[in-house]
T-cell receptor
């Protein structure tokens, strides 16, 4: 499982509230990613990080922010959750050697925004 | 675990038969093409990848074929087993300094009938 832990695994919240999802890894991976998975859309990249304090936007970054203050943690924040952000969120990592497309994914965090 | 109620194209095969899962991709500039497997309640798991300058690559019980002329990718699974039941995603990767920023397809549900 590449040492990835996502928390919380399940969360129900109300529209307008802030939410933070945490991805923790124990294997010193350089690259970390946040994806969301929705019916009919597959997985879409939200944000990614290529090192401590180095982050960039993905395909569907609006309404999300991220932070990476240390190698092992990559946080995804919804400043004011909306119902359209109800989804399953996956964190993924890549070591950065021999880029081919192999990512290791966490078990996912299911977020429901009422 | 996490799962998404996906309304996906479904391929049903008998145990022991060969399976062929197809994918059309969009970006002719992609450097790598990748197949992932996602079991119910889990994150996607890397199966095999192929570089854009190749047209075939074999792994253990799996073969990936790439036809760049028609932008088509396929995954062949030999002697399909019940444990192969899952959702299969193809993905494209354009190598950049940002590591593996993959673009995923919407997935195909493989059901193995006993």
């Amino acid at each position: 499982d590449a040492g990835i832990t996502q928390s919380p695994r399940h969360k129900v919240t109300e529209t307008g509230t802030p939410v933070t999802l945490r991805c923790h890894q124990t294997e010193n991976h350089r690259y970390m990613y946040w994806y969301r998975q929705d019916p009919g859309h597959g997985l879409r990249l939200i944000h990614y990080s290529y090192g401590v304090k180095d982050t960039d936007k993905g395909e569907v970054s609006d309404g999300y922010s991220v932070s990476r203050s240390k190698t092992e943690d990559f946080l995804l924040t919804l400043e004011s959750a909306t119902s359209s952000q109800t989804s399953v969120y996956f964190c993924a990592v890549h070591q950065g050697v021999g880029n081919t497309g192999e990512l290791f994914f966490g078990e996912g965090s299911r977020l429901t925004v009422l | 675990g996490e799962s998404v109620g996906l309304h996906l194209p479904t391929l049903s095969v008998q145990e022991g038969d060969n399976s062929i899962i197809n994918c059309a991709y969009s970006n002719s500039a992609s450097d790598y093409f990748i197949w992932y497997k996602q079991e119910s309640g889990k994150g996607p798991q890397f199966i095999i990848d192929i570089r854009s300058n190749m047209d075939k690559r074999q792994g253990q019980r799996v073969t990936v074929l790439l036809n760049k002329t028609v932008k088509h990718l396929s995954l062949q699974i030999a002697a399909t087993q019940p444990g192969d039941s899952a959702v299969y995603f193809c993905a494209e990767n354009i190598l950049t300094g940002g590591g593996n920023k993959l673009t995923f397809g919407t997935g195909t549900q493989l059901k193995v009938e006993l």
